[in-house]
């Protein structure tokens, strides 16, 4: 007894994950991008201000663009050459700030962790999924 299987449409399976393996690294790049954004957004609302000069410091990077990496990173920071002042002011819970308040990136990263963040890389990565289906 033989069994003959044909699959149809082989071709454009083997173009499609070709397509997606080219652009899979710089989508989630994009969906790690968009919601580090989001909590450099809420961190800016929580930092301390004196006279903006550490609200005005926040970097938040890009992530790489490597087709072939399987890490995907960015980093929000504060400080620049200020560093050390930036630190001191995100870790001392003591001091009294008229507007913002001290873990002023580590809050909104924590908040970020519990859901939101997962939430958003995940709902930009099957938007993009959505377009090889059909």
Do not use: C
């Not at 083997?14 to 961190?43: C, H, P, R, Y």
């Not at 301390?48 to 980093?75: M, N, Y």
């Not at 909104?108 to 090889?132: C, D, E, N, T, Y």
Request: charged share 25%.
């Amino acid at each position: 007894m033989t069994v003959t299987v044909t699959i149809e449409g082989n071709d454009k399976l083997t173009a499609t994950f070709n397509e997606m393996e080219k652009e899979a690294t710089k989508i989630a790049g994009q969906a790690v991008w968009a919601a580090a954004l989001d909590i450099a957004s809420e961190s800016m609302r929580e930092v301390p201000v004196r006279d903006g000069i550490l609200r005005a410091s926040q970097v938040v990077t890009r992530p790489e663009d490597s087709p072939r990496s399987e890490v995907v990173s960015v980093s929000i920071s504060y400080g620049g050459a200020a560093s050390a002042y930036a630190m001191v002011q995100h870790e001392r819970t003591d001091f009294k700030h008229t507007v913002g308040k001290a873990k002023y990136l580590a809050d909104p990263v924590a908040r970020a962790a519990s859901g939101g963040f997962q939430q958003k890389v995940g709902g930009l990565i099957a938007q993009w999924l959505a377009k090889f289906r059909g």
